[in-house]
């Protein structure tokens, strides 16, 4: 149990750390994306003043038709001033919705990957289990406060698997067979063991949980991978 809450602060640690640099190196490339796009930019009255040094060197642009067309070209050139001050509010908002989508889905990768590692330590090590509270006579288990109502069956498997993690054993399906019908392993079958195991676990309902409570040990058999000090019969 102290190695298992030693990893979890471990990883919620580098996980933070992860998010904190991240977060940084994304508001710092955006920064200097966002500064070097508005410098380059060119000025809202970059047109006007260009229209004006033209008729200002040109001395042979003094008719009417040449002031008119001067008129016209400055109002082109505050309405182009007006555009380019919209688009750079456009880029502005639009760099504030690509950092925050950034953040977002650095923060949600860094959740996913500290989850699956997380899922990792628990199918390696089994279930945490508090407290398992086992009543024959009400036919309930208290999981860590979880309430299940089992069978009849159920509860017997699961009673027998209690009794042989208490006593650090290893039932095969024969021998919970045999201790539930009261009759030697030997003149039992270990496909009915199988099927109570089975059964219990359906009756337990989460897949997760049943399948990391209940373990199947390779060519030994089944046990509960729980501390046994945390069983308790009434």
């Known amino acids: 149990m102290p190695d298992q809450t030693t990893f979890a602060t471990d990883l919620r640690s580098t996980g933070n750390r992860v998010v904190t640099f991240g977060i940084a190196g994304i508001v710092a490339i955006l920064a200097i ?38 008129e016209v070209l400055a109002q082109s050139g505050t309405a182009f001033g007006d555009v380019l001050v919209s688009y750079r509010i456009v880029i502005f908002v639009l760099l504030i919705f690509s ?3 950034l953040i977002a889905a650095l923060v949600f990768l860094v959740t996913i990957i500290a989850l699956n590692k997380r899922m990792g330590e628990i199918e390696r090590s089994g279930i945490q289990v508090s407290s398992l509270v086992i009543s024959r006579e009400e036919r309930v288990v208290l999981l860590n406060n979880m309430e ?12 027998v698997l209690a009794e042989a993690r208490m006593d650090e ?21 270990e496909a009915a063991g ?22 199947n040990i390779a060519r030994r058999g089944y046990m509960l991978a729980i501390d046994k000090d945390v069983i308790r019969m009434v």
Not at 169 to 189: F, N
């Open 33 to 70: 994306a966002a500064v070097f796009l508005f410098l380059t930019l060119p000025d809202g009255n970059a047109f006007n003043e260009r229209v004006e040094q033209i008729f200002t060197e040109n001395d042979a642009l003094v008719t009417s038709e040449a002031v008119k067309l001067l």
């Open 99 to 101: 950092t925050a989508l």
């Open 148 to 159: 299940f109502k089992l069978t009849e069956a159920a509860i017997e498997t699961l009673a």
């Open 169 to 189: 054993d290893v039932l095969t399906g024969a021998a919970i067979e045999g201790v539930i019908q009261g009759k030697p392993e030997a003149d039992c079958d």
């Open 194 to 215: 199988a099927t109570r195991i089975k059964r219990l676990r359906d009756s337990l309902g989460n897949q997760m949980v049943s399948e990391l409570l209940v373990k």
